[in-house]
C-alpha cells in the first residue's frame, strides 16, 4: 500500500512524472537512473533532460514519521526530439521541394501533407511529384528518435505548384532562302519560348515566329516549348520538317559572242552541286 504507482509520459518539454498518493504521504524522493534527483510534495514532476536519450525512473514515499515507503516499480522516460527548424519549401510546376535543418540526435523524419503521413525519411529534404497543378498544400514535419517515436509536429508551411503550361501548337516551318522560318500559337502561362532544332536548344523568342539561318538543301527539324515566369520549361511541340532553299547566283554576266552564243557566267552558289537555267 505504500508502493508509488508511477507512469511516465514523453513530451517535447521533458520527461512527465505522475502518480498518485499513498496514505500517510508527506513528501515524493524521486530517482533517476538510480539516483536520487528532487524530493515534491505535489504527484507530479517534469524532468528537463535533454532529448535523445531515455532514463529510467522510480519515486518513493517520505512519510510524515520520517520512514519510506517501497520504491515504484522502472518506469522510463525521456524528452521529445523537437521538430526541425528553418522549414523551406517551393514548387516547380506541379512539384513540390522541402528541406530543413538536420535535427541532432534525429535518427529521422515523417513528412506530412495536409495532416496526413505521406513519407518518412532519414534525409533533411524531401520531394513530392505528379501534384495537381496550381494547388495550395500544406507541410508539416516531425522528428523521430532512437525509439523511432516522433516529437511534436511543425508549423504548417505552404506551397502552391505552378500554372500548367500547356503544348506549343500549330506550328509551321517555311523554307527560305538559306533560312526556315517557324511559326506558331500562344502556348498558355508562357512567357517565352525555347527553339530546338533536331532535339538542341538553339535560341529563345518572346515572340511567336522566328527565323533560322540554315544550310540550304539539308532538312532540318524545329520544335518550340513555352517557358513559364518561373523558368520552368513546358512540353515540345510536335516537330516541323523543311528544307531551307539556295539563293540565287548573284553578278550573272552575259556576253555574246556576235556568232549567236552567248556565254552566261555567275559567282558560285556555296554548297550547289547544279544550276537550272531559265529563258
Not at 534527483?37 to 519515486?59: C, M, Q, R, W
Not at 515504484?72 to 523551406?88: A, F, H, V
Request: a negative charge; proline letters at 4%; one cysteine or more.
Amino acid at each position: 500500500p505504500d508502493q508509488v504507482q508511477l507512469k511516465t509520459i514523453p513530451t517535447s518539454n521533458g520527461a512527465s512524472l505522475n502518480w498518485q498518493t499513498v496514505p500517510d504521504a508527506k513528501e515524493f524522493i524521486v530517482y533517476r537512473d538510480n539516483a536520487e534527483i528532487i524530493t515534491v510534495s505535489e504527484t507530479s514532476f517534469l524532468d528537463t533532460v535533454p532529448p535523445g536519450k531515455t532514463f529510467a525512473y522510480n519515486v518513493v514515499v517520505l512519510k510524515n514519521d520520517g520512514s519510506k515507503g517501497t520504491r515504484s516499480i522502472t518506469e522510463y522516460g525521456k524528452t521529445l526530439i523537437p521538430s526541425p527548424e528553418n522549414i523551406d519549401g517551393d514548387a516547380k510546376k506541379n512539384n513540390t521541394n522541402l528541406k530543413w535543418f538536420p535535427v541532432e540526435e534525429a535518427t529521422g523524419y515523417k513528412v506530412y501533407r495536409d495532416g496526413k503521413e505521406i513519407n518518412k525519411t532519414s534525409d533533411n529534404s524531401f520531394s513530392e511529384y505528379k501534384l495537381k497543378y496550381e494547388t495550395e498544400y500544406s507541410y508539416q514535419v516531425t522528428t523521430l528518435d532512437h525509439h523511432s517515436e516522433e516529437g511534436e509536429k511543425s508549423s504548417n508551411i505552404f506551397i502552391t505548384t505552378h500554372p500548367e503550361i500547356s503544348q506549343t501548337k500549330g506550328l509551321k516551318a517555311e523554307s527560305g532562302e538559306n533560312q526556315v522560318v517557324l511559326n506558331w500559337r500562344a502556348a498558355d502561362n508562357s512567357i517565352k519560348y525555347y527553339v530546338y532544332q533536331n532535339g538542341a536548344l538553339i535560341d529563345s523568342t518572346t515572340s511567336l515566329t522566328i527565323n533560322i539561318t540554315t544550310e540550304a538543301g539539308t532538312e532540318n527539324c524545329f520544335s518550340i516549348a513555352g517557358v513559364d515566369q518561373y523558368q520552368s520549361v513546358g512540353p515540345r511541340s510536335d516537330a516541323a520538317c523543311d528544307k531551307s532553299v539556295f539563293s540565287a547566283p548573284d553578278s550573272i554576266k552575259v556576253t555574246n559572242d556576235k556568232r549567236n552564243s552567248n556565254l552566261i557566267e555567275w559567282n558560285l552558289v556555296e554548297g550547289a552541286s547544279s544550276y537550272n537555267l531559265y529563258s
